[in-house]
């Protein structure tokens, strides 16, 4: 793991295909890389994430879940740092990410553009019932309690990030952990209004 620690933000940039680590920011922000391999092959983000997990929770307050193909080149860090952290009333989001301006983005809240006109135009953060697994910022506390959820749940007698890696696949964490993150923030940190997920 390489350190760089000259900033007031405490970040773990996490890229389990090996990519974007090579880019850790230059926003001046106390950051540190963990990457897996770089490879072609199938790298479980689920595991990969659990690595990372057992260093990271008690050293910073985020965690970027990055994918090899995210540019933080022209990224305004200290804008989505400002948003991330005083959007919400409650706190900042248990999970969160950046708007993405390459126009291969399906989803219209996710693309830039979409924010450039009308009323999305004057927001700077907007909740939402999903977010993808592509670029997203994460409360160390939650992912920690997410990933042994999988672990402990099972789906047909084999838990959920087994059957994950049985099926090398990634598919649908992203359309859990939101729901996950409100449980979360009611039941564990017993915060009500904290954020679940936001852009």
Known sequence: IHAVHNGPCSVCLADPRGGSCAKCWRAGFDCTCACGPRTNSFVGKLIFWRSVLRDVRSRHEALWLVDADISFTHFAMDRFYCAWRCAFRGGSPLLAQPVVRQPTQDFWPFRADSWRVGKLSSWR?????????????????????????????????????????????????DGTWCGAAREYADRVLNQTERVDCAL
């Open 125 to 173: 953060a907007l909740r939402l019932p999903f977010l993808e697994q592509q670029v997203t910022v994460a409360d160390p506390g939650f992912m920690t309690w997410f990933v042994r959820a999988l672990e402990e749940r099972s789906f047909g007698g084999e838990s959920f990030i087994d059957r994950y890696m049985s099926l090398r696949t990634d598919w649908g964490v």
